[in-house]
T-cell receptor
Framework: DGGITQSPKYLFRKEGQNVTLSCEQN?????MYWYRQDPGQGLRLIYY???????QKGDIAEGYSVSREKKESFPLTVTSAQKNPTAFYLC????????????FGSGTRLTVV | AQSVTQLGSHVSVSEGALVLLRCNYS??????LFWYVQYPNQGLQLLLK??????LVKGINGFEAEFKKSETSFHLTKPSAHMSDAAEYFC??????????????FGTGTRLQVTL
């Protein structure tokens, strides 16, 4: 079955470390997105990518970086510059600009220890 | 620019009662509107969407929503709540990007509790 796979499901990071969250899709979708979810704040867009080797900053890109070397993969790196990285991170993809919405992965919960 | 307001961060209903989750939006272009459901520690699942055409939209699990342009609303309803409906619900409006991407702006969510 097609879908989006995020790994790991739980991730613990020490302060000052960079960590990379994986997102892989086999839906043949062009666009991919990273959202951060915090209690009571909904989902906020970190980065998005429309095509391989292209990506754009979202609303809260500071302290994060991404790459899009393959259509199927859109990893997110949470750098040490991100002051409050503890959150639930969701990856999504979409097949077209508006009509079909997103397909979401199951998320990665990152905790700073 | 787009924005979404969900009234009520927590809603509690009895099993079998009507579910009403409120969503109001702001959009500078004709909106595409979505409702998603999220169970604990999981991703979001699409319940239903409005793009064009019929303003009453039916989704999965017996949910429906009505697009009311004059009220800028897209409230989610279900005639009879079931225990399995307990989850968090997010309303979203689609913005416009160039190219293939489509930015969704989400509300802050409404947690639905269903009691016996």
């Amino acid at each position: 079955d097609g879908g989006i796979t995020q790994s790991p499901k739980y991730l613990f990071r020490k302060e000052g470390q960079n960590v990379t969250l994986s997102c892989e899709q086999n839906l043949n979708h062009d666009a991919m997105y990273w959202y951060r979810q915090d209690p009571g704040q909904g989902l906020r867009l970190i980065y998005y990518s429309q095509i391989v080797n292209d990506f754009q900053k979202g609303d809260i890109a500071e302290g994060y970086s991404v790459s899009r070397e393959k259509k199927e993969s859109f990893p997110l790196t949470v750098t040490s510059a991100q002051k409050n990285p503890t959150a639930f991170y969701l990856c999504a993809s979409s097949i077209d600009r508006q009509t079909r919405g997103y397909t979401f992965g199951s998320g990665t919960r990152l905790t700073v220890v | 620019a787009q924005s979404v307001t969900q009234l009520g961060s927590h809603v509690s209903v009895s099993e079998g009662a009507l579910v009403l989750l409120r969503c109001n939006y702001s959009s500078s272009v004709p909106p595409y509107l979505f409702w998603y459901v999220q169970y604990p520690n999981q991703g979001l699942q699409l319940l239903l969407k409005y793009t064009t055409g019929a303003t009453l939209v039916k989704g999965i699990n017996g949910f429906e929503a009505e697009f009311k342009k004059s009220e800028t609303s897209f409230h989610l309803t279900k005639p009879s709540a079931h225990m399995s409906d307990a989850a968090e619900y997010f309303c979203a409006v689609s913005g416009v990007f160039t190219g293939t991407a489509s930015k969704l702006t989400f509300g802050t969510g409404t947690r639905l509790q269903v009691t016996l």
